[in-house]
């Protein structure tokens, strides 16, 4: 069985830093895309940040230049540090995975159980 474990959430005061960790563990034959969604409460969820097999990027326009997505393909492990943080800026924020297992079968999505970051004086 293949999860997903998210760990660096917490409070932190506006203007602070943050950084998200993601470790993918179990029977994982390959993983393609790599990211970050955020849900704040009775909103839907939005992509935060993503990033492809080859290291490319795509960032959310309201986290463009205060977030940054990175990647160790030799852990399976997918980090987003986030800088210069707004009250705006809570949330859950869910891991996401596109991934095969061991079974070689198609390419599926797979979340995380969610990392709750609060930005509050």
């Known amino acids: 069985q293949v999860q997903l474990v998210e760990s660096g959430g917490g409070l932190v005061q506006p203007g602070g830093s943050l950084r998200l960790s993601c470790a993918a563990s179990?029977?994982?034959?390959?993983?393609?895309?790599m990211g970050w969604y955020r849900q704040a409460p009775g909103k839907q969820r939005d992509l935060v940040a993503g990033i492809t097999s080859d290291s490319r990027t795509n960032y959310a326009d309201f986290v463009r230049g205060r977030f940054t997505i990175s990647r160790d393909k030799t852990k399976n492990t997918v980090y987003l540090q986030m800088s210069s943080l707004k009250p705006e800026d809570t949330a859950v924020y869910y891991c996401h995975a596109i991934l095969r297992d061991s079974t070689l079968g198609p390419n599926f999505n797979l979340w995380g159980q969610g990392t709750q970051v609060t930005v509050s004086s």
């Open positions: 179990g029977n994982i034959f390959n993983i393609n895309t």
